[in-house]
């Protein structure tokens, strides 16, 4: 089994920035590709950004390009996405989630077997 612990939301005014972290812990060779996924009040969960195993690949949606970043430091076990520029469109609850079946980023959920309990971002206009 794999945990996942994210960390780093909070209250942020428009226009500021936040760094969220995914600490994963237990069978680490199950992971390989890892994502953030968010869900606003009343929407379904939409994917925000994916990453490679090795870190060399990411994708990410159109709605965050040139805005948020996704990292991963594979000897921390640590996924981290860094979000500047903020909306209050941004507002959600952002989910970490690991494949343990492909090393390439994937937008699917479905694809993700493991998920984080979640991490509150609110962004302020």
């Known amino acids: 089994q794999v945990q996942l612990v994210e960390s780093g939301g909070g209250l942020v005014q428009a226009g500021g920035s936040l760094r969220l972290s995914c600490a994963a812990s237990?069978?680490?060779?199950?992971?390989?590709?890892m994502a953030w996924f968010r869900q606003a009040p009343g929407k379904e969960r939409e994917f925000v950004a994916a990453i490679s195993f090795s870190g060399s690949a990411t994708t990410s949606s159109t709605f965050v390009k040139g805005r948020f970043t996704i990292s991963r430091d594979n000897a921390k076990k640590t996924v981290y996405l860094q979000m500047n520029s903020l909306k209050p469109e941004d507002t959600a609850v952002y989910y970490c989630a690991a494949d343990p079946n492909r090393s390439e980023p994937a937008t699917y959920a479905t694809y993700y077997d493991y998920w984080g309990q979640g991490t509150q971002v609110t962004v302020s206009s």
């Open positions: 237990g069978r680490l060779f199950s992971v390989k590709a």
